[in-house]
């Protein structure tokens, strides 16, 4: 009985001791990645002109050099469903390795591009990589983090990309200005060399879970996003024929399809719809699919315009939003914080204003040709709804999330965010190109070219207001992710500053990661 006794204290005291290990080392290893992932999507939106003119310069459709972002996106959003469930039964740690091996490799190959139909493949396998890195960082927090303090740290998760917004187009503007577009890719083996030894060293091999695979819903999932994705990336060149149409229309039926059969699923679905039963998870979606549609649909034209019409270079673009960057990086924790003591409305519906109100700050600047340094105005507006947005979506779509699902939501939550992004890149290329057609008539049949420096004055007003109206595009869409998150719940289990923790949520989460 004693030795019993002393075996249970002994196994107590171990557990207590696994417990008490912090989380917070292993999630800095892994934000590297996470933060090399967003620094190559903002770094490219810098360098799309310099890309176009190197590997695209003879063409006026803008569509070309934006499969250098779709691809990626593409890639990157497919697979998410199911790599967040390999890392529940592969260990977060080995998927996530995996994947910035993979992403590191294909930096490689996208830097040494002899040609943009190469450089988009190289792009499709780096979105692959970021796939299996990305749902590893958030089931992490999940698994190690206790619920009533996840708050904290998807704070730094929102912290990241505020300054992935700086880096990549600063790096960028740097880069290509100083060393050419492909350094812009070269620049990751380093950071990547250096992630891959903190995940090895810092993270922990968590718990493994049994899954079986949905192979049905992987392939009608991938096929109906291909169908959506393509069709309005390629309308515009194709001049909207019936085959696009004919295309969008079977991409939205095959995934009516996978939602079915994921609701009649007799095994493990793909997609455990169970999840959706919590509205504030549901919501979450929604928005962080509005937000990332919005995010990068507004990159683009914002881009072509400061470096096409304006004739700033890379460098000086990036430069302007210093102020964004420099305030969602510093903010962001301090929202999560916050979070973990108040409803996430509190947070969300003033963040969602301020970037919706910011761009329409900058579509009156465009389209009144406004001095250039009157554009950190609305990036400093920028830069605050941003600390207000990422980190509080991000923990209000996890924190009721049971540990055996982590990977599942955290596939979820990314592939949503993903999906909007994907929608918004190939919706702002149809868009763009609709409005050029719309200001400079024959534009695309011109025999000079976008992408090669600075436009003639006699096109410049006329891009200027076909690049400040299609940034009225992802001003309706940020519209519709507020308008969402109205509908949201104070959770249960936010506690007042000073009161003391709930017991159940604090034991429940350190046992999923301790086991």
């Given amino acids: 009985m004693t030795d019993s006794r002393a075996a249970s204290a002994a196994s107590t005291t171990g557990s207590h001791k696994t417990h008490e290990r912090s989380p917070w080392p292993a999630l800095w290893a892994l934000v590297i990645g996470f933060f090399m992932i967003l620094v190559d999507t903002t ?12 590997l695209d310069p003879d ?23 199911i790599t967040g469930r390999l890392g529940d039964r592969f260990g977060p740690k080995n998927i996530y390795l995996t994947g910035l091996a993979l992403f590191t490799l294909a930096s490689l190959a996208c830097g040494l591009a002899p040609s943009l139909e190469v450089l988009i493949v190289a792009r499709a396998v780096q979105g692959l990589g970021a796939a299996m890195m990305t749902p590893q960082t958030m089931a992490v927090i999940t ?3 206790p619920p009533q303090n996840r708050g904290a740290a998807m704070g730094l998760w929102g912290a990241t990309a505020g300054v992935a917004t700086l880096v ?14 492909e350094w812009i890719f070269f620049i990751n083996i380093p950071v990547g060399i250096i992630g891959f030894i903190a995940a090895v060293i810092l993270v922990p091999q968590l718990p493994r879970t049994a899954h079986k695979f949905d192979i049905l819903g992987v392939v009608l999932s991938a096929v109906g996003l291909f169908l959506i994705v393509f069709g309005l990336q390629e309308g515009e060149h194709y001049s909207w024929a019936a085959w696009i149409w004919a295309m969008v229309a079977a991409g939205v039926v095959v995934m009516a399809l996978f939602v079915w059969t994921q609701a009649r699923s007799k095994g493990e679905p793909l997609v455990p719809l169970a999840l959706f039963r919590d509205r504030n998870f549901s919501i979450a979606n929604l928005a962080i699919a509005a937000v990332g549609f919005t995010v990068t649909s507004m990159a683009l034209p914002q881009m072509f315009y400061l470096q096409l019409a304006r004739g700033l270079t890379p460098t000086e673009s990036a430069l302007l939003l210093v102020p964004l960057a420099i305030l969602s990086g510093v903010l962001a924790p301090f929202a999560g914080k916050l979070l973990d003591r ?38 400093v507006f920028m830069g605050i709804g941003n600390a207000g947005m990422w ?3 991000a923990t209000t779509a996890t924190r009721n999330l049971p540990p055996r699902q982590a990977g599942a939501g955290a596939g979820i939550y990314n592939t949503t965010r993903t999906v909007g992004s994907v929608i918004g890149s190939a919706s702002i290329a149809a868009f763009m190109q609709a409005r050029l057609e719309a200001n400079l008539p024959g534009a695309a049949d011109a025999s000079a070219s976008f992408g090669g420096g600075a436009l003639p ?12 109206q299609s940034l009225t595009l992802p001003i309706v869409v940020i519209a519709l992710g507020l308008v969402a998150v109205l509908f949201m719940r104070r959770p249960s289990m936010i506690r007042p500053h000073g009161a003391p923790h709930d017991a159940a949520p604090a034991q429940a989460a350190p046992a999923a990661a301790g086991e």
């Fill in 457 to 468: 004055p006699q096109v410049v007003t006329g891009f200027s207001q076909a690049m400040g």
């Fill in 168 to 181: 990549g187009p600063l790096a960028g503007g740097l880069l290509v200005d100083g060393l050419g577009w």
């Fill in 59 to 81: 063409t006026n459709n803008l569509d070309n050099v934006v499969w250098v972002t779709s691809a990626y996106l593409l890639t990157y959003a497919v697979p998410l469903l």
């Fill in 391 to 393: 980190g509080p979506l």
């Fill in 43 to 54: 770094i490219v939106s810098v360098a799309n002109p310099a890309i176009k003119a190197a």
């Fill in 143 to 145: 698994r190690t983090f």
């Fill in 342 to 379: 108040t409803d996430p409305r509190f947070l969300l519906v003033p963040g969602l204003l301020l970037v919706g109100g910011s761009l329409g700050l900058y579509v009156a600047l465009i389209l009144n040709d406004a001095p250039i340094w009157m554009f950190l105005i609305p990036s």
